[in-house]
């Protein structure tokens, strides 16, 4: 559990008392629900990272989109509804090479327009996956209801694979960009889990 949601819930929960007192029961219910909405919300799984020369997803949600840019890179797009688990891994394990922030607007995160316009942070980890150096970059996308962004994580961290490097709060989009030496494994319309599912792996060497 994220200590977010601890404490929204603490204070939903005292509400919920408040208004019992001054009222009665039936009228805290609302406060409840949210309160258990919360806990569910922010809940933290432990995940183990499949073994190989694998890139793993760095969110919980649907994959709405997977698309080639200009320069020979694929981009995965995971769209995370309210009830998906919101904490962030990275992909790959390596070192963090730079972490910036990017102000936007809050379109809904399931459009593709989001991945560019919205608010965001952009991680970008360096690493050697098989034998072979790698670099993966990777956005938490703001949405229409995510308006905070988390990140734990600075240059020159050290992470682990599918380390937990932060999290988008209600509701948000994760954009994925693997280079050319990458084989994306993943079909768009599929759920994946962040730090267990596969999206892609490396290709072999010719």
């Known amino acids: 559990m994220v200590s977010y949601g601890i ?7 005292a509400g919920a008392a408040v208004v019992t007192y001054l009222l ?12 258990i909405f919360c806990l569910n919300f922010f809940r933290d799984p432990d995940r183990e ?12 949600g649907k994959v709405v989109a997977i698309r080639p840019t200009p320069s020979g890179e694929s981009r995965i797009s995971i ?3 309210v009830f998906d688990v919101h904490v962030n891994r990275t992909p790959i394990p ?3 090479a730079c972490v910036t922030y990017k102000k936007g607007e809050f379109l809904v995160a399931s459009k593709a327009e989001a991945s560019s316009a919205n608010e965001q942070n952009v991680i970008t980890v360096d690493g050697v996956v098989g034998g072979r150096p790698t670099r993966v970059v ?16 600075k240059p020159g ?5 599918a380390e937990r490097v932060g999290l988008i709060k209600f509701g948000s989009r994760v954009d994925v960009v693997l280079g050319p030496e990458w084989e994306v494994t993943v079909p ?5 889990s962040a730090g267990s599912s596969i999206i892609a792996r490396m290709k072999e060497v010719v």
């Open 24 to 35: 009665s029961w039936p009228f805290s219910i609302p406060f409840i629900i949210l309160a």
């Open 188 to 192: 768009v319309g599929v759920h994946v």
């Open 49 to 60: 990272a499949p073994p190989g020369p694998v890139a793993v997803s760095p969110a919980d």
């Open 138 to 153: 990777f956005s938490q996308i703001a949405g229409l209801i995510a308006r905070r962004i988390i990140c734990y994580k």
């Open 79 to 81: 769209f995370l509804n």
């Open 94 to 96: 390596g070192k963090v």
């Open 157 to 161: 961290d050290i992470l682990e694979s």
């Open 7 to 13: 404490y929204y819930a603490a204070a939903l929960l």
